[in-house]
């Protein structure tokens, strides 16, 4: 599965584009600001890494798979276990029907009307993710420059 | 927003804050456009937005069901009785000398506007941000 350019370019591949569907999953928690029983939403961007990059977290638990169907069953109780634990962003456990890496937030203050977007925290969410964006971007810029060095002669 | 879906989210929700503006532009106009039938005389009127979930079916796989867009469904008008005065000398009145004014609460409408203009730029600045992200993308590799 891993090419040679895979491996070269690391983890910040798969980083760019996890980026990519949080920058989605945070506008759509600002869009909708004021929709009565909007439920804000969030990325467990160490569980939905370690899925995309296949590794193992060592802090989940992790099941034997006896069969190749276990497999995504698998990731998705290593996504629930890791939920357990509040993360620094408050994100609890998500539904059965969405990615276990995408969660709930729980509100500090809820809304009367059920929508528990808070503001400023989605916009300090929003601009934390697009320079992490921009970081990863600039890795990948520098590890590509490196290589075209290496390539041409002069 | 690899599929540029949050052109389509950020949008959704310019367009439903905008209605919302309109509605409030609407609410002020009218707030003394008094009538002599109170059946007749204007309604204060607020747009319903509702959240509409993704299919999971985009580029991102099941990352699309955890965003929405936003759907203006409909215009609710405030039931609200409008206020009676009494004022014998307008054209309007009814036979008891009386004219009826819509039930419109201008400090809720003013802050409804400050809410919604406030939402509005904070989309137009998440427009800006991906739109920003995506350009540096597409220079990814190049010098």
Redesign the interface.
Known sequence: MQSVLDNYLGIHAQA??LE??R???L??N?????????KA?D?DFKAALAAASGESDASTLTLTTTNQADLTSAGTLAGAAGGAAPDAAGAAPGSA???TY?KYRVPLAPALDGNTVD?QLE?SA??EN?VR??AS?AF??TK??DL?TAISSS | ??DF??FD??G??MS??SV?LNTVASNLANADSVSGDPSTVYRAKHPV???VLGD?LGA???????????EVTGIAENPATPETRYDPGNPLADAQGYVYAPAVNVVEEMTDMI??S??YQ??VE?LN??R??ML??LK??Q?
């Open positions: 760019l584009a990519a569907q920058t989605d999953v506008a759509a600002l869009a909708n600001v004021d929709t009565p029983n909007y939403r990325m029907a969405n990615p995408l503001e916009q929003f601009a697009s964006y921009q971007l990948l810029n590509l420059r075209v | 927003m690899s879906k949050i989210i950020a959704s929700g439903a804050q919302r937005f509702k959240a999971g991102g796989g099941g990352a699309d069901a955890a965003t929405a867009t936003v809410s919604a406030r939402s904070n989309n998440v941000t991906a920003d992200m540096d993308t990814l590799g010098s």
